[in-house]
């Protein structure tokens, strides 16, 4: 029995110890937004965070993760009571903003990626930007809008711009202060 921790969850898994973490997050826990690509560790479409670090897990057996913290595309947002994603991550935010997505087939990877980027240089330069996301490959072609994308999330970051949470959006919020002058 191996036991992981993934999106925060911990889970006791009977499974074998080769087995690819790609094939533990799809298969046994129907996490599907990890997707397989070459399972080469050659464009990056697996792409998770072990411990905060992007990894291809492809090519990671589970055994080697026992133990460890796992996060998926399923919990970099911030879940809601009901457990479904509430609130993007800012740089999920930035992709729909900056349109990146055409197949999307690629783009959990890529959002892995720019996501631990991110954390770990939080103002990167467009040579930091290649760098970093060399390993994740779109087919469609999207690397310009991705860098475009990675900095205005960067900007995001910067000028602490952060989404107005969706229990006080500014109608609601509006609302409440009339009915409070009102009362
Ligand atoms: S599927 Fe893992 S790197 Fe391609
Ligand atoms: S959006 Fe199609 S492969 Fe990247």
């Given at each position: 029995?191996?036991?992981?921790?993934?999106?925060?969850?911990?889970?006791?898994?009977?499974?074998?110890?080769?087995?690819?973490?790609?094939?533990?997050?799809?298969?046994?826990?129907?996490?599907?937004?990890?997707?397989?690509?070459?399972?080469?560790?050659?464009?990056?479409?697996?792409?998770?965070h072990l411990d905060g670090v992007p990894i291809r897990?492809?090519?990671?057996?589970?055994?080697?993760?026992?133990?460890?913290?796992?996060?998926?595309?399923?919990?970099?947002?911030?879940?809601?009571?009901?457990?479904?994603?509430a609130k993007l991550h800012v740089v999920q935010q930035?992709?729909?903003?900056?349109?990146?997505?055409?197949?999307?087939?690629?783009?959990?990877?890529?959002?892995?990626?720019?996501?631990?980027?991110?954390?770990?240089?939080?103002?990167?330069?467009?040579?930091?930007?290649?760098?970093?996301?060399?390993?994740?490959?779109?087919?469609?072609?999207?690397?310009?809008?991705?860098?475009?994308?990675?900095?205005?999330?960067?900007?995001?970051?910067?000028?602490?711009?952060?989404?107005?949470?969706?229990?006080?959006?500014?109608?609601?919020?509006?609302?409440?202060?009339?009915?409070?002058?009102?009362?």
């Amino acid at each position: 029995m191996l036991e992981i921790t993934v999106n925060d969850v911990v889970h006791q898994l009977d499974v074998e110890p080769d087995t690819p973490l790609l094939w533990v997050v799809r298969d046994e826990l129907k996490l599907k937004g990890t997707k397989f690509g070459c399972g080469m560790a050659q464009c990056g479409a697996c792409t998770v965070h072990l411990d905060g670090v992007p990894i291809r897990s492809c090519v990671t057996p589970i055994s080697s993760v026992s133990g460890r913290s796992i996060t998926t595309i399923e919990g970099i947002g911030e879940p809601s009571e009901a457990k479904q994603v509430a609130k993007l991550h800012v740089v999920q935010q930035a992709w729909i903003e900056e349109q990146v997505p055409q197949c999307g087939y690629c783009q959990s990877g890529q959002i892995m990626s720019a996501v631990a980027l991110l954390e770990k240089n939080s103002q990167p330069t467009d040579a930091d930007i290649d760098q970093a996301m060399a390993g994740n490959v779109c087919r469609c072609g999207m690397y310009g809008r991705i860098r475009t994308a990675i900095h205005s999330a960067s900007a995001k970051l910067a000028n602490e711009i952060i989404l107005t949470p969706l229990d006080k959006q500014p109608s609601e919020v509006s609302a409440n202060a009339t009915t409070a002058e009102g009362s």
